[in-house]
């Protein structure tokens, strides 16, 4: 899919250096393929000795490097590096924004300009190849823009496509902060574990495990959770006894408060930028 196509990564942090690895281990992006850009020179030697790419700390010499933008600055300096690099910008780049946050509205409204854009909507699990992506596409984006992005994104993970930007809200609320919300669930099953008298080592080492094993099953049967729970569920048994204790907490519905809190906040945050990007 993506051939000998040049990408050029804006921003080299944890997501930069994770898309990086995805698409040189997938055999998707050859080294001499990618660009990449940082203010830290450091950084850049370090990525370059890993991975062998081509790296520079100009933004406008890698923009005219490539026709793949991936814009991968942190979401407080979008406006910036827009503005920089807009006069070199045009239809004939794909431009990728993963700025969390950061709707395509406000960098449409940034950058003034017909172009090619897509939003995508990664999480941290890219660094070991599992993320969880929604994209979406601006209103110049072309069929096969999307089917590129969605090619570098699943080269650290699986992607799904959303036919309406808004959305991203909720994929911010559910899949973008959802780690966060199982690592304090992990935390608790190991205190719990730790509770009833195992190590803490052994108890976040099954607690993880259990996870992780969950999500595989899920993955790999495509059964209903729903199934699922009631294959593991015997009558008068241990998980039923702890499915009540779970449904009279209210787990349920602490969790889809907690997404909803989350969607509604990467709305407010995503109005608050839309404001500051016209404003500046
Ligand atoms: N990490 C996640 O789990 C995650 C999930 C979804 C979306 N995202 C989005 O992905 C983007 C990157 O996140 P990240 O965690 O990779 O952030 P990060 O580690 O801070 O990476 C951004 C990199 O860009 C560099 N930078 C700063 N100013 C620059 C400039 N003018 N030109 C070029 N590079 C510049 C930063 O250097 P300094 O550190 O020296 O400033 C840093 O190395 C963010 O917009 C974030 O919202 C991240």
Do not use: W
């Not at 850049?44 to 790419?53: C, D, N, P, R, S």
């Amino acid at each position: 899919m993506l051939n000998d196509k040049r990408i050029s990564i804006i921003g080299t942090g944890n997501m930069g250096a994770a898309l990086i690895s995805g698409l040189i281990c997938s055999g998707s992006s050859k080294p001499e393929h990618i660009v990449c850009t940082d203010v830290r020179e450091d950084r850049l030697e370090a990525i370059q000795k890993e991975f062998g790419v081509v790296t520079t700390t100009d933004n406008l010499e890698a923009v005219e490097a490539s026709e793949i933008l991936i814009y991968a600055v942190k979401p407080q300096i979008m406006t910036s590096v827009l503005k920089e690099t807009a006069p070199h910008l045009d239809l004939s780049k794909l431009i990728i924004s993963i700025a969390a946050g950061v709707p395509l509205t406000a960098i449409e409204s940034c950058l003034q300009k017909d172009l090619r854009l897509i939003r995508v909507m990664p999480n941290i699990a890219a660094s070991v190849k599992e993320a969880a992506s929604a994209v979406a596409a601006g209103k110049h984006a072309r069929k096969e823009d999307v089917q590129l992005a969605r090619a570098i994104f699943d080269s650290v993970g699986k992607t799904i496509f959303l036919k309406e930007n808004y959305l991203m809200d909720a994929v911010t609320g559910l899949s973008g902060s959802g780690p966060a919300y199982i690592f304090l669930v992990v935390d608790a099953l190991a205190d719990a574990g730790v509770k009833m008298g195992l190590s803490r080592q052994e108890a976040l080492f099954l607690s993880a495990q259990t996870v992780l094993g969950a999500a595989k099953l899920l993955m790999e049967t495509k059964e209903h959770p729903a199934q699922l729970k009631d294959r593991v569920t015997s009558p008068g048994g241990t998980a039923i006894a702890g499915l009540h204790t779970l449904e009279k907490g209210g787990l349920r519905t602490t969790l889809i408060n907690a997404v909803e809190a989350a969607t509604y906040r990467s709305k407010e945050l995503g109005e608050m930028m839309i404001k500051n990007f016209s404003e500046e």
